[in-house]
């Protein structure tokens, strides 16, 4: 299991910054958030700078990109419902997987992160599905041949590890799976060893933040049962990434967010030590750099 840390946390921070913290951290990789082409709500949006350019700045402090995070989303409704649905075009969530994707492979990232997200109520959820579905067959198409998968985060109409399974069955791809968010899958009912047996080998990632009384807290200061997943995800030997979503973009604090990011990640690297292998032996521990 690998540790990176969301820019939802510092986006007025530089990728230079980035990429120089997550290696005096300990951190192994980061994940940059993005906004599409021609944004300038992250000053770290990746999106801004040649990507030549950002590899070279990640190269030196063996950090990787871990992902690319977007707000795709594929529930836009057809309009007009028939006429709109044969000559509507590509739909637009497809568009913007296509572009992430070339920056993911521009950037040597191995994920994408996108959202199925809201059936609206005046619709079925079978028809509001279909809608779904069919176009995440086209975006994984985009991510064909270019060493990018794309990862299903849960949210909206798909809180649950069991919902987006839902969406992943009809896909049956293995370039599509999931960014699972167990504080959001909890939300719903859901406990996190229930969604990461359903999820199995389709879980690229997990997504790890912490809360108390509404705002985002260090993992392990929060109401959340961070330190029991971390070590859930270590006993189950999970070897993807596991990602700290700090929401200081969304939700503005006075914390030092330097501060709050080192000791999550300390706290994280305590959690993963104790795990132990069912021989009964410790598994390997992860030492911050």
């Given at each position: ?26 951190y ?12 300038t ?32 989303r ?40 996108i959202?199925?997200y ?10 509001g599905?279909?809608?779904?579905v ?29 919902s987006?399974s ?39 990632s ?51 967010v ?32």
């Amino acid at each position: 299991m690998k540790l990176a840390f969301s820019t939802v946390a510092c986006p007025d921070w530089t990728l230079e910054q980035v990429a120089r913290f997550a290696e005096e951290a300990g951190y192994q990789g980061v994940e940059l958030r993005t906004f599409g082409s021609g944004s300038t709500q992250f000053a770290c949006d990746p999106a801004l700078t040649q990507p030549e350019k950002v590899r070279r700045l990640f190269a030196p402090t063996g950090c990787d990109i871990a992902s690319i995070a977007t707000s795709v989303r594929f529930d836009d409704p057809v309009s007009p419902p028939l006429i709109g649905h044969i000559f509507g075009g590509t739909p637009k969530g497809v568009q913007e997987t296509g572009w992430a994707v070339d920056l993911a492979a521009r950037l040597e990232a191995p994920i994408v992160r996108i959202f199925a997200y809201q059936i609206p109520s005046s619709e079925s959820r079978s028809s509001g599905i279909a809608r779904i579905v069919e176009r995440l067959e086209l975006a994984v198409a985009t991510a064909r041949n270019t060493g990018v998968r794309l990862a299903l985060e849960n949210g909206g109409s798909f809180q649950t590890a069991a919902s987006l399974s839902e969406l992943l069955d009809r896909v049956n791809n293995p370039l599509l799976g999931a960014a699972y968010s167990p504080a959001i899958a909890e939300l719903a009912g859901e406990h996190p060893s229930g969604g990461v047996n359903v999820l199995g080998d389709r879980l690229f990632s997990v997504k790890l933040k912490d809360y108390a009384d509404g705002e985002p807290r260090e993992l392990g200061a929060g109401n959340g049962r961070v330190g029991a997943t971390v070590r859930l995800l270590a006993d189950r030997g999970f070897t993807g990434w596991a990602v700290y979503e700090y929401d200081a973009a969304w939700v503005r604090t006075q914390t030092d967010v330097s501060a709050v990011l080192t000791r999550s990640a300390q706290n994280f690297y305590g959690w993963v030590g104790k795990a132990v292998a069912p021989d009964g032996t410790a598994r390997g521990v992860l030492r911050v750099r």
